[in-house]
Each structure stands twice: as C-alpha cells, then as structure tokens.
C-alpha cells in the first residue's frame, strides 16, 4: 500500500469487543486526501452460513476512500471507515465489489453520505499477494452514496448506479456532492 499511496500523514486506531484492532491511515496526495483501513485482511472473510470458518483460506480486503482535500472535515470519516472495515469480524459479512456499506449515520460532519458503494479492485492499489494458500488482499474503493442513491441501487443494482454517475459526469470524489439525478 505505501508504494501505491505513499507515507501516511495520519494514523488512528480503533478496537471493537471482540475484534482486531482496526487502523485508518490517512494520505495526501496533491488535492485528494485517501484513507485505507489495515487490519481488516488479517482474517479471512467468512460467508456467515459456513458451518466452519477456514482460519486461512478466503477473501481479504482493505477499503480506500478518495476525497478532494479542505471541502470538508472528512477526518472524522475514521471511525466509521473502522466500523465498516470490523464489520466482517463484528457481522460476520463478506464484503465484494457491488456491495452496499451503511453506517447509519453521515460519514463525516454535514456529509450527505451515509453509505457506500464498494468499488472493483485494482484500480488505485493492485492486490497484494500473500502465501499460499492464502488469497491475496484485494484493496477496494469505497464510493460514498446519498441515502436515495442507496435506495435507488436496492432497486436497480450497482451497475446502473454507476452508469447513472458516469452520464451525470459525477464527481465520486467531492465530499458534499449532491445526489444524482435519479428520475
């Protein structure tokens, strides 16, 4: 991740009973600011309905939220991006691209997000591989979402949402963007 991201200029950590301690190192790179969460891959994810959890075997993530810099006070997004990285452990989720990721409150002061939309792997950061047979840590964009787009990608999936963004020429990485046209 440093190779891809840099030096972080921030760290926080935070741990949930029960749970690994969960790290949201903060980059800045020109005018984005990027947070990535470590310590969410140090276990495989586990499909919740396993009758037996493979304490090797598994998908592992990281989330990377990408947001221009000085818009907003987006440093507070730490905690919620901890709670969204712990929700494997705490909830027992398979996170994936496609996924939608609700803390239930704004991810940062004022922000109109309460979600987000998990992105596809290997854009900003290339998977990194572990031994075998261990899989590799996919690193994986988070896109914040108004509560009616999130609504609106119940209905009709994340593909036409993010259709709907590229037409509307969104900007993913404006931290008080408005929502979409969704009509």
Request: no cysteine; aromatic share 4%.
């Amino acid at each position: 991740m440093n190779t891809a991201l840099g030096e972080p200029d921030a760290r926080a950590a935070v741990t949930f009973l029960g749970t690994d301690r969960i790290e949201v190192l903060r980059f800045q790179e020109g005018d984005l600011v990027r947070y990535a969460t470590l310590g969410m891959s140090a276990h495989p994810m586990t499909d919740p309905t396993a009758m037996l959890a493979d304490p090797v075997k598994g998908p592992r993530a990281e989330l990377v939220l990408s947001v221009r810099a000085g818009l907003a006070d987006t440093d507070k997004v730490l905690r919620p991006l901890a709670v969204l990285a712990a929700s494997p452990q705490v909830e027992g989720l398979v996170v994936t691209p496609g996924a939608s990721l609700d803390v239930g409150e704004p991810l940062w002061p004022e922000a109109p997000f309460t979600s987000a939309l998990v992105g596809e792997p290997g854009g900003l950061v290339e998977d990194l591989a572990l031994d075998d047979p261990m899989d590799p840590v996919r690193f994986l964009p988070l896109l914040p979402m108004t509560p009616n787009e999130a609504a609106w990608k119940r209905v009709h999936g994340a593909q036409a949402l993010q259709e709907r963004w590229l037409t509307h020429g969104t900007d993913l990485r404006d931290p008080s963007r408005r929502s979409v046209p969704l009509d």
